[in-house]
């Protein structure tokens, strides 16, 4: 997978989603992510339109249900020709290989099966809210290595986890996994509700696969300034 920089598009209308995407550049060398906000809005007509675009999808919809639910919800998401999707990795290892194989089983003869990530811990979880919250008694690092570990075994092509996982990931989990990265920022100041967070450059260096924007794109004064730097910075 190229490393790629995926923009979050986290609007409530597609007017402001055609107005950023007039000045992203080449649809076959742009990634979005459409996560629920837009999709309940818009539904699979968007994701359609945007794939026949050229640009490549990453729909975003964070799967987590009983199997056979998950099952036939990820056959639907097959037949859309995105890149990738997510599942909750917290779902288990039946729910995780129940959606691998409806997208298997729902992509049409000669395309690319969507990538399958898992998400491990949300990176606005923090070590405190997974200990006294969610009441696990193993550190944040040990979380998502366990959750990523379920994960592969159960046939996910990768996970969503925090840059600051990645290294410890790739040496316990392997190199032979995808490890995109939401919670980019470029300025500790700006976290808004992301608690596990890391500069593009530093994601590059603890090696995430491909990372994550949104606002620091999306409500930026020049989104296209800030999205080409910040690619400049990953790629
Ligand atoms: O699955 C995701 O993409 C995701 C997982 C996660 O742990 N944290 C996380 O922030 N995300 C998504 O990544 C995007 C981050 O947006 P910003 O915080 O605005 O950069 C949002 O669309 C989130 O839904």
Redesign the pocket.
């Given at each position: 997978m190229k490393k790629a920089v995926?923009v979050?598009l986290?609007y409530d209308n597609q007017k402001d989603v055609e107005n950023l995407l007039q000045k992203l550049g080449d649809p076959q060398e742009t990634y979005l992510?459409i996560?629920?906000?837009l999709y309940y809005h818009y539904g699979s007509n968007l994701v359609k339109t945007l794939v026949e675009q050229g640009y490549h999808i990453?729909l975003?919809l964070?799967l987590h249900d009983i199997p056979n639910t998950v099952y036939q919800a990820a056959k639907q998401i097959g037949k859309l020709g995105v890149f990738c999707t997510?599942v909750h990795a917290l779902g288990g290892s039946a729910m995780i290989a129940a959606a691998k194989k409806g997208l298997v089983d729902s992509t049409p003869k000669g395309s690319e099966v969507p990538k399958l990530?898992a998400?491990?811990?949300?990176?606005?979880?923090s070590a405190a809210t997974l200990a006294n919250e969610q009441n696990c008694s193993l550190s944040m690092a040990e979380e998502v290595v366990s959750l990523a570990q379920t994960a592969k075994n159960a046939g996910a092509d990768g996970v969503?986890?925090?840059p600051l996982e990645v290294q410890n990931l790739r040496e316990i989990v392997g190199q032979d996994f995808l490890y995109?990265t939401?919670?980019?920022?470029l300025s500790a100041k700006a976290n808004?509700?992301?608690k596990r967070t890391a500069t593009p450059l530093k994601a590059k260096e603890f090696g995430s696969s491909a990372i994550?924007?949104?606002?620091?794109?999306?409500?930026a004064e020049s989104p296209a300034q800030v999205y080409q730097e910040i690619k400049k910075e990953f790629e």
């Amino acid at each position: 997978m190229k490393k790629a920089v995926f923009v979050a598009l986290d609007y409530d209308n597609q007017k402001d989603v055609e107005n950023l995407l007039q000045k992203l550049g080449d649809p076959q060398e742009t990634y979005l992510k459409i996560g629920m906000e837009l999709y309940y809005h818009y539904g699979s007509n968007l994701v359609k339109t945007l794939v026949e675009q050229g640009y490549h999808i990453f729909l975003d919809l964070k799967l987590h249900d009983i199997p056979n639910t998950v099952y036939q919800a990820a056959k639907q998401i097959g037949k859309l020709g995105v890149f990738c999707t997510t599942v909750h990795a917290l779902g288990g290892s039946a729910m995780i290989a129940a959606a691998k194989k409806g997208l298997v089983d729902s992509t049409p003869k000669g395309s690319e099966v969507p990538k399958l990530l898992a998400v491990t811990e949300l990176t606005s979880i923090s070590a405190a809210t997974l200990a006294n919250e969610q009441n696990c008694s193993l550190s944040m690092a040990e979380e998502v290595v366990s959750l990523a570990q379920t994960a592969k075994n159960a046939g996910a092509d990768g996970v969503i986890c925090s840059p600051l996982e990645v290294q410890n990931l790739r040496e316990i989990v392997g190199q032979d996994f995808l490890y995109v990265t939401p919670g980019i920022r470029l300025s500790a100041k700006a976290n808004d509700d992301q608690k596990r967070t890391a500069t593009p450059l530093k994601a590059k260096e603890f090696g995430s696969s491909a990372i994550v924007v949104g606002r620091p794109i999306t409500k930026a004064e020049s989104p296209a300034q800030v999205y080409q730097e910040i690619k400049k910075e990953f790629e």
